[in-house]
C-alpha cells in the first residue's frame, strides 16, 4: 500500500488561521526590526499579498508567520522596506497585482503566467514547489494516486483558482471549488466529497474538530515551481528582490526558514522530490504539529 496512513493529532489550529483565504482582505503590518535609525515608520511600505498556505503563510494569533512570511521580512528589511501583508484569496490576489495595487504577489503558478493579457512578471529564482495530493478517507477504496483521469464520476474539491483544477476541467471529475482551505476539510470529513485536492505541506496542518485518519495518494499529481511576481511595471524591484533571492539560496538563509517551518531544509526537500521519497520526510509532521500549538 503505498498511501501514508495519518492519524491526525488533535491540535486545536485557531479557525482565524486560515479563514483569510476568504474574499475578505486584511492588511498585517510586519513587527520585522526597525531601520538604521530606530524608526519603521521612516521606511516605505512593501505591500504584499498572501494566502494561508501552512507552513509557508499564515497567522498565529494575528501575526504572520511561516517559510514566505520570514523570507519577506528578511528580504524587506534588507531593501529597506516595511511590509505590509494582506491575506487574500489567491484569484484576489492574481486581480490585485495584475492592477499593480500590490507590489509583491508571493504565490504566482506558471499557468498565471501564461494567461492572455498577463501584467506579472515572475521573479526568479523559484523558492518554493507544489506538490498536489489527493487525500481521502482512510477507509476510501483507492490505495494510490490513480491519476485524475481514472476518477471520472468522482467528487473533488479545491481550492478556487487551483492550476490543475484549471487544466483539467474536462476530465469528467464532478469539481468542487472553495475559498478557504478549512472548507476544504470539513466537505471531506462529512464525505461531501471523494477527495481533496491540496498541497501536501499545506494539508497536513489542517485539523478537523476531532481527529480523523486519513490517507494522502501518492506520487504527487505534479512538482510545480511556485514564483513570487510583480507587475512588469515593476522591474527595478523585481531586480532587487531577485537578487535577494539568489543571495539566501547560496548563503543558506533559505534552508534555515525551511528548517524552522518544516522541520527539513529546502535543498533537502529537493532532494526528495527529485528521488520520490516524497512520504519519507522526517520529522516533518512532528514539526508542523509542535508549531500549531504554540
Known amino acids: 500500500m503505498t498511501a501514508i496512513s495519518i492519524q491526525i493529532a488533535r491540535v486545536l489550529i485557531a479557525v482565524s488561521i486560515l479563514s483569510g483565504c476568504s474574499d475578505s482582505e486584511e492588511h498585517i503590518t510586519s513587527d520585522s526590526p526597525p531601520s538604521a ?130 487544466r483539467q476541467r474536462d476530465i469528467g471529475v464532478e469539481w468542487v471549488f472553495a475559498n478557504q482551505l478549512d472548507y476544504l476539510w470539513q466537505l471531506l470529513v462529512s464525505r461531501r466529497v471523494d477527495a481533496v485536492l491540496g498541497d501536501y505541506h499545506s494539508q497536513v496542518m489542517l485539523s ?37 533571492l539568489s543571495r539566501r539560496l547560496d548563503n543558506g538563509v533559505l534552508d534555515y526558514y525551511y528548517q524552522q517551518h518544516l522541520g527539513v531544509t529546502l535543498s533537502q526537500l529537493k532532494s526528495m522530490i527529485r528521488s520520490n521519497h516524497y512520504s519519507n520526510i522526517p520529522g516533518l509532521l512532528d514539526a508542523l504539529s509542535r508549531e500549531s500549538t504554540e
Open 37 to 166: 535609525d530606530g524608526s519603521i515608520n521612516s521606511r516605505p511600505t512593501l505591500d504584499v499579498c498572501i494566502t494561508p498556505w501552512m507552513p509557508f503563510s499564515y497567522r498565529i494569533a494575528e501575526k504572520p508567520s511561516g517559510v514566505m512570511v520570514d523570507l519577506v521580512n528578511d528580504i524587506s528589511l534588507a531593501l529597506g522596506y516595511q511590509p505590509r501583508f494582506h491575506f487574500m484569496a489567491l484569484q484576489r490576489c492574481y486581480a490585485e497585482a495584475q492592477q499593480n495595487r500590490i507590489q509583491l504577489n508571493i504565490y504566482t503558478s506558471p499557468l498565471a503566467m501564461s494567461r492572455p493579457g498577463n501584467q506579472l512578471r515572475a521573479i526568479e529564482p523559484s523558492v518554493q514547489n507544489q506538490m498536489p495530493v489527493l487525500v481521502v478517507n482512510s477507509d476510501s477504496p483507492l490505495d494510490d494516486n490513480p491519476g485524475l483521469e481514472q476518477l471520472t464520476g468522482q467528487r473533488i474539491a479545491g481550492l478556487r483558482g487551483n492550476s490543475i483544477m484549471i
Open 208 to 244: 478537523p474538530e476531532q481527529s480523523q485518519a486519513v490517507e494522502f495518494l501518492l506520487p504527487p499529481i505534479h512538482i510545480e515551481p511556485i514564483y513570487w511576481s510583480t507587475h512588469q511595471d515593476n522591474a527595478d524591484l523585481a531586480e532587487q528582490i531577485s537578487a535577494e
